[in-house]
């Protein structure tokens, strides 16, 4: 079987890359913070030293990094991604960035002869140990095809979605939704608790209803308890709130509700709940001494 590359052990790409070992895939791994691949190396993962290393060595290399910044870094900087591709080689890029990161990436490949392929993700920390994750895929088709296999691990669905940017676009889209939906959710929550009803009742009865969800499920529990330990990180979502505004404005569509929660993100932010999970923007509808 054919190495894999994988850059960016977070929480994500930890998950990813232990799944692909599990389904007996050969992957080499790299993380900015190389200590985080000690555990990947008890999972029987190779180290590289740099991306331009993993990419040697593999087929193809898949990135899941934090944003466009650390995206164009692991692409473009010294020892980065550019080093190393050319024909024959691929670049997935699975990490949630704005159409404009994924086609700058994707011409600098190109323009190597290398092969490229955006696809972000769907579904959260679980969904990643479990394969459940739901793939946005546009670029390269045949890379597509060649990366079937582990997508199909990963993943319970995968779609291709045309041409570079699209699926960039969709998975803003989805995450701009899903953060207005916390949002709501975090209110409908503290109105229930302030107006003097019982919020886990509520928990039951929107589970019966039109608007039942995964997310309110799984997450509703524990942001009653107040436990906010992070699958989804609160300034990722932020960012996703802020570059899906950015798509709202270059479409000329008016959002007024991803807009008002991305202040409540950003606040959450400036109360420091940055690094915990997208959930904790509850706190800024209860306040932080509850
Ligand atoms: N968590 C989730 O539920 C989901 C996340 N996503 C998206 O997936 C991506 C990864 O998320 P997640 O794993 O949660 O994030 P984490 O914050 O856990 O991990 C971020 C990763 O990016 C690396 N990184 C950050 N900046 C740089 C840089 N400048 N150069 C090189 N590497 C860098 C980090 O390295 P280091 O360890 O050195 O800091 C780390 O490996 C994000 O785009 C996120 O929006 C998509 C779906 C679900
Ligand atoms: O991007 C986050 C997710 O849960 O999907």
């Not at 459940?132 to 993943?155: R, T």
Request: glycine share 12%; hydrophobic share 45%.
């Amino acid at each position: 079987m054919e190495e894999i590359g994988f850059l960016g052990m977070g929480i994500m790409g930890k998950a990813m890359a232990v799944n692909l070992l599990r389904h007996g895939f050969k992957v080499t791994v790299w993380n900015r913070t190389l200590s985080k691949c000690d555990e990947l190396k008890e999972h029987g993962a190779s180290v590289g030293e740099s991306p331009a290393a993993v990419v040697e060595k593999c087929k193809y290399t898949i990135g899941m990094l934090s944003d466009p910044a650390a995206a164009l870094s692991v692409v473009f900087d010294k020892g980065g991604v550019l080093e190393q591709i050319g024909k024959g080689k691929g670049y997935i890029d699975m990490s949630t960035v704005d159409a404009d990161t994924s086609s700058k990436i994707f011409e600098a490949i190109t323009a190597k002869g290398g092969d490229f392929l955006e696809a972000p993700v769907s579904g959260s920390k679980k969904p990643a140990e479990d394969g459940q994750l739901v793939i946005l895929a546009a670029g390269e088709k045949a890379l597509y095809e060649e990366a079937l296999p582990a997508f199909d691990v990963m993943g319970k669905k995968s779609f291709f979605l045309g041409q570079v940017g699209n699926g960039a676009k969709m998975k803003l889209v989805v995450n701009m939704i899903m953060g207005s939906m916390m949002n709501a959710f975090s209110e409908g929550l503290v109105l229930a608790d302030k107006s003097g009803l019982n919020p886990q009742t509520l928990l039951d009865v929107l589970d019966l209803g039109a608007i039942a969800n995964p997310m309110f499920k799984m997450k509703g529990p524990s942001m009653l308890k107040g436990n906010y330990t992070p699958a989804f990180p609160l300034k990722h979502q932020q960012k996703d709130m802020r570059l899906a505004l950015a798509l709202g404005d270059e479409n000329a569509v008016s959002m007024p509700v991803a807009a008002a929660s991305n202040e409540a993100f950003k606040k959450a932010r400036t109360l420091g709940l940055g690094d915990l999970d997208f959930s904790a923007v509850h706190n800024t509808v209860k306040g932080n001494d509850q």
